[in-house]
């Protein structure tokens, strides 16, 4: 079965700080991608990134960057010297491309971040 | 600018009533797709469409209805048989129909139900 786990519920650091958001994930599949996703207090998710399952580099844009590492299932998120403006709930997905279900997206719980000045 | 809108972005309905929730995307995207999200929770999927005059029902489909008479538009209708209707509706499309493809998202519209 396709599974999320965002461990963290919610976390609160102080500007500048750097934060990691994990994300573990369980599938049977072969072949999948990893997505995150943002949501600002105004509602709208928006894409930050996609990974396909046979990419295991890390990626580094600006101030965010992904740690892929399939020996562990995770996919984690790291924002370094984070800003108010980084406030937000973080959402891990995964795809999942068999038994008919080729459709589905698996979201994580979410990760709750609060950047405090 | 492409992109996806949902209106209202607050509904507030009395109980018994349908309602309507609009999505439109100009993104020229097949697919599109419907998520509810509770407080603390993630998303579930309602419905999802890969085509024109075509749909899906997802993981959590009773007291939901939808059509896709167009391709930029997939209207969500929440039927009064819906017993807890409160919540953050998403709608989403993707230039396919696969989960390997980025669904992009509108801004949501918040039902209360009254």
């Known amino acids: 079965a396709q599974k999320v786990t965002q461990a963290q519920t919610e976390i609160s650091v102080v500007e500048k700080e750097d934060v990691t958001l994990d994300c573990v994930y369980e599938t049977r599949d072969t072949t999948y991608y990893l997505f995150w996703y943002k949501q600002p207090p105004s509602g709208e998710l928006v894409f930050l990134i996609r990974r396909n399952s046979f990419d295991e580099q890390n990626e580094i844009s600006g101030r965010y960057s992904w740690n892929f590492q399939k020996s562990t299932s995770s996919f984690n998120f790291t924002i370094t010297a984070s800003q108010v403006v980084d406030s937000a709930v973080y959402f891990c997905?995964?795809?999942?491309?068999?038994?008919?279900?080729?459709?589905?997206?698996?979201f994580g719980k979410g990760t709750l971040l609060t950047v405090n000045p | 600018d492409g992109g996806i809108t949902q209106s209202p972005k607050y509904l507030f309905r009395k109980e018994g009533q349908n309602v309507t929730l609009s999505c439109e995307q100009n993104?020229?995207?097949?697919?599109m797709y419907w998520y509810r999200q509770d407080p603390g929770q993630g998303l579930r999927l309602i419905y999802y469409s890969q085509i024109v005059n075509d749909f899906q029902k997802g993981d959590i489909a009773e007291g939901y209805s939808v059509s896709r008479e167009k391709k930029e538009s997939f209207p969500l209708t929440v039927t009064s048989a819906q017993k807890n209707p409160t919540a953050f509706y998403l709608c989403a499309s993707s230039i396919r129909g696969r989960s390997t493809d980025t669904q992009y998202f509108g801004p949501g519209t918040r039902l209360t139900v009254l």
């Open positions: 993104l020229n995207h097949d697919a």
């Open positions: 997905a995964l795809s999942h491309l068999g038994g008919g279900s080729n459709y589905k997206l698996t």
